[in-house]
């Protein structure tokens, strides 16, 4: 059977392993080149911690104030905020706490299996030394900040995530480079980091490839089908034959879905990062500060920061002030820190209002499948993403139950 695998991030490369490894015959389509979206500019951080959905009271309850100031954590360019009221409608929806506490136990059974199906992926293709041993730092200036984030910390406990609490010197002893300003700090042992999530991706691909799988550059125009999907047009002219499409372009997956007629409350959580070559310091740990909204990763041979949320849409221009924010903020972490020989980047995060995935065969065209809406956990959820998926598709029994994450649920 061959299975047409659309979107070579993370996500889509790690499912066209999988499929090409249980013996189907994969092509992977994209648009660009492999790993050239989200998945060259995250975080670089295997967030299990941070799976919380979004539209909790205490965060959505601050938004209009963060709209109003400009280096506020979220900011919607006014052009496109007519077009996010139904998203918005269904985000706050998505905070009553019965509908909370269901979808904080989706997103813990995810968050629960990464390791799981992480360590072996790396293992087969050779890629354990991409993953680092040290953890995560959530920093806080006094007890009035920990107090503020507390709600996150009670979620971990409920669901037994490790943490440990550290006084200032502690965390410093740790990562000497953190600002006296630091009070106090929470250790995320298992928030462990990639070396370079640009290359796991290449590599991946490669390993992909030595398989039997194929890779192809091409933008979707349309879908054939009859009874079930049949091929996939592209717009130079081309079609590929498919028994199977998997739909897995993160925040581009909506388009898709609408031409079959399908359409989801799929957003682009705009994200910037900065990444700094010459940091003139070095680091083990990454490290956030949620009062501050930003996070400092060692990855790709420098250090990268990166946070906020920009909702403008999948066409606008890139606005970089919004990395410049960031940075000026780690700063305050990292006193030490220079921005030299330093690139800026956007990158879009595809997200649902209710913060969890949708991994689901279609619920109105036999034979298509759905990976996407993984939102800041795209690298996080990549290998658990493929083994549920090709669990899916292959008709085997997964091990989580998959009907929170239907295509249909909204």
């Excluded at 911690?49 to 360019?77: C, H, K, N, Y």
């Excluded at 390993?207 to 009874?227: D, H, P």
């Excluded at 705009?270 to 009062?291: C, E, F, K, V």
Aim: charged share 25%; hydrophobic share 40%.
């Amino acid at each position: 059977m061959t299975t047409v695998v659309v979107g070579a991030g993370i996500i889509g490369t790690a499912i066209a392993y999988q499929l090409q490894k249980r013996g189907r015959q994969v092509i992977l389509l994209d648009k660009s080149d492999v790993g050239r979206g989200a998945s060259f500019g995250n975080m670089a951080s295997i967030a299990v911690t941070e799976f919380m959905p979004a539209s909790r009271p205490s965060v959505w309850r601050q938004i209009p104030g963060w709209m109003l100031d400009p280096e506020g954590p979220v900011r919607v360019r006014p052009t496109y905020m007519p077009k996010l009221i139904p998203w918005f409608a269904r985000f706050v929806a998505a905070s009553r706490p019965s509908k909370l506490r269901a979808l904080e136990a989706q997103g813990a059974a995810l968050c629960k299996r990464v390791y799981d199906d992480l360590l072996p992926l790396l293992r087969e293709t050779g890629l354990e030394r991409e993953l680092t041993d040290e953890g995560c730092l959530s920093l806080y200036s006094n007890e009035a900040e920990f107090s503020a984030d507390r709600e996150h910390i009670e979620i971990l406990e409920r669901f037994d995530f490790p943490h440990q609490r550290l006084t200032g010197a502690e965390a410093r002893a740790l990562e000497p480079e953190l600002s006296d300003k630091i009070g106090l700090a929470v250790l995320f042992p298992q928030n462990r980091s990639l070396r370079d999530p640009h290359r796991l991706v290449m590599k991946l691909a490669d390993t992909f490839q030595a398989l039997g799988g194929r890779i192809e550059q091409g933008e979707v125009a349309g879908f054939e089908r009859s009874e079930r999907i049949n091929a996939i047009r592209l717009t130079d002219g081309r079609s590929l034959m498919a028994h199977e499409v998997v739909l897995c372009a993160g925040a581009y997956t909506g388009r898709l879905s609408r031409m079959l007629g399908e359409p989801m409350p799929l957003e682009t959580e705009r994200g910037y990062h900065t990444q700094i070559m010459s940091p003139g310091l070095s680091m083990r740990h990454s490290i956030i500060w949620p009062a501050r909204a930003f996070m400092v990763t060692p990855t790709a041979g420098g250090i990268r920061v990166g946070g906020t949320v920009e909702m403008a849409g999948l066409d606008a221009p890139p606005d970089y002030r919004r990395a410049k924010i960031t940075v000026k903020r780690a700063i305050e972490a990292l006193p030490n820190l220079r921005c030299n020989a330093a690139t800026e980047w956007m990158g879009h995060r595809p997200a649902f209002p209710d913060t969890v995935p949708v991994m689901s065969a279609s619920a109105k065209v036999p034979g298509v499948f759905y990976a996407t809406g993984h939102g800041h956990l795209g690298v996080t959820y990549a290998a658990t993403t493929a083994r549920l998926m090709a669990d899916l598709i292959t008709d085997m029994p997964p091990p989580v139950d998959m009907r929170p994450y239907r295509v249909d649920r909204f």
